[in-house]
T-cell receptor, first 115, second 110 residues
Framework: DTGVSQDPRHKITKRGQNVTFRCDPI?????LYWYRQTLGQGPEFLTY????????KSRLLSDRFSAERPKGSFSTLEIQRTEQGDSAMYLC?????????????FGPGTRLTVL | SQQGEEDPQALSIQEGENATMNCSYK?????LQWYRQNSGRGLVHLIL?????REKHSGRLRVTLDTSKKSSSLLITASRAADTASYFC??????????FGPGTRLSVLP
């Protein structure tokens, strides 16, 4: 399968624990995006990378959130000291090109539940 | 507030009928894209319309764009039960990011 993959698909954790999600984009795609989606809402932009450089972060991304894309391929999103409000679907998407104008290809998402 | 706002929030139709959903936005855009999301899944790109285009077709999908009214519509003709999903418009301005609306939840009843 050459699409965007995310791991894990589901994560249940207790409040205060740290969690890390992984995204593997389509191999030739240089742009990688992270979004958060809550029930009944559209995806909200969190951050994006062009190759290994993190070029923008949303105000939604508090200092408990950190994302990396060390070699310009896969990316990780870590949430420290999780809170119940972090419960959501975390979506990763990738695209090809230097602008945000092109189609984004989404992964299946990681559903996080914080108890 | 969100750049893209879909209308209606929910739509229920019978199989074979046409479904129309609308998207309004606030700022200048480079293009507007429609995505579909089946329950609990990632988003799938449907169609992209550029700011200098007024209408675009893809199979049973027809998208229009009116930049003077800052609005777009997505028409699905001859709907099928498999079209049941949430539909989102995403506006892409001259910045760097997509902005998604809250979506229209379409139910196609057999």
């Amino acid at each position: 399968d050459t699409g965007v993959s995310q791991d894990p698909r589901h994560k249940i954790t207790k409040r205060g624990q740290n969690v890390t999600f992984r995204c593997d984009p389509i191999s030739e795609h240089n742009r990688l995006y992270w979004y958060r989606q809550t029930l009944g809402q559209g995806p909200e932009f969190l951050t994006y990378f062009q190759n290994e450089a993190q070029l923008e972060k949303s105000r939604l991304l508090s200092d408990r959130f950190s994302a990396e894309r060390p070699k310009g391929s896969f990316s990780t999103l870590e949430i420290q000291r999780t809170e119940q409000g972090d419960s959501a679907m975390y979506l990763c998407a990738s695209s090809l090109g230097d602008r945000a104008y092109n189609e984004q290809f989404f992964g299946p998402g990681t559903r996080l539940t914080v108890l | 507030s969100q750049q893209g706002e879909e209308d209606p929030q929910a739509l229920s139709i019978q199989e074979g009928e046409n479904a129309t959903m609308n998207c309004s936005y606030k700022t200048s855009i480079n293009n507007l894209q429609w995505y579909r999301q089946n329950s609990g899944r990632g988003l799938v790109h449907l169609i992209l319309i550029r700011s200098n285009e007024r209408e675009k077709h893809s199979g049973r999908l027809r998208v229009t764009l009116d930049t003077s009214k800052k609005s777009s519509s997505l028409l699905i003709t001859a709907s099928r039960a498999a079209d049941t999903a949430s539909y989102f418009c995403a506006t892409v301005n001259y910045g760097q990011n997509f902005v998604f609306g809250p979506g229209t939840r379409l139910s196609v009843l057999p």
